[in-house]
């Protein structure tokens, strides 16, 4: 029903109808907008920034041109929106890992440099498009009005327990020092992962920054991740 009113300009969800149509309705275009972000996704992937285009994203979505502009209007509003739903995805899955992992400082920084690496955050396509946001000059002013806030609360959050780990464990280390090595780590490990001509396996990204926090937090964890049987004060390697 959309993709008709898309072509004919008809209204989508006149006043008289049944809710339950109009919720069918809503929940039809949103499913649209997210297949259209996903293509999107991939041509950021394979095209980058500058030469992500309305017509490619449509090419990639198998639907019309017209389609795609009905629901975003322009590339600036395309790109924007896609951003936004990759900020909002990934923030909501870093959450998901700490409201689930163990209460101890320890398992919540681990579930936090866990959360980069999980399945549907970190494939070739999603970290392409970040990087192609990351790279292109002109995708900072719409970064920063998507991701400021979100980078600003993540990066609390990663220094709180750190400090709290550091409290724990007795270690020399600087907490707003320790949290930014670790969030650099992994930033660098997805960059590697899509630029290296023989890129690693998720599994040894990981492996990666779990040894940087081995580095920073030796009594708790080690290359495989969190020592077995650490206390709340550590326990020597």
């Given at each position: 029903m959309d993709d008709v009113a898309a072509q004919t300009g008809a209204a989508t969800m006149p006043e008289d109808l049944p809710d339950t149509e109009k919720k069918k309705r809503k929940e039809s275009r949103e499913t649209r907008r997210?297949?259209?972000?996903?293509?999107?996704?991939r041509v950021l992937a394979t095209e980058g920034y500058s030469r992500t285009t309305l017509t490619g994203v449509a090419r990639a979505a198998g639907v019309s041109h017209g389609l795609v502009n009905f629901h975003f209007e322009s590339k600036e509003k395309?790109?924007?929106?896609?951003?936004a739903f990759l900020a909002d995805e990934y923030r909501d899955n870093w959450i998901r890992a700490l409201e689930g992992a163990p209460a101890s400082a320890a398992a919540k920084v681990n579930a936090l440099l866990?959360?980069?690496?999980?399945?549907?955050?970190?494939?070739?396509?999603?970290l392409s498009a970040w990087c192609a946001f990351w790279g292109e000059a002109q995708s900072r002013p719409i970064y920063q009005a998507s991701c400021a806030s979100n980078d600003e609360e993540y990066a609390n959050v990663v220094e709180t327990y750190c400090a709290a780990l550091i409290a724990e464990g007795s270690y020399a280390v600087d907490p707003a020092l320790a949290s930014r090595v670790l969030r650099v780590t992994s930033e660098g490990v997805w960059l590697e992962m899509i630029t290296m001509s023989t890129p690693y396996s998720v599994k040894?990204?990981?492996?990666?920054?779990?040894?940087?926090?081995?580095?920073?937090?030796?009594r708790h964890f080690d290359s495989r991740g969190l020592i077995e049987g650490s206390t709340r004060?550590?326990?020597d390697p």
């Open positions: 997210v297949q259209l972000i996903e293509a999107t996704i395309l790109l924007a929106e896609t951003l866990y959360a980069d690496f999980e399945p549907k955050i970190c494939t070739r396509d999603r040894e990204a990981f492996r990666t920054v779990l040894t940087c926090a081995a580095a920073l937090f030796p004060t550590g326990r």
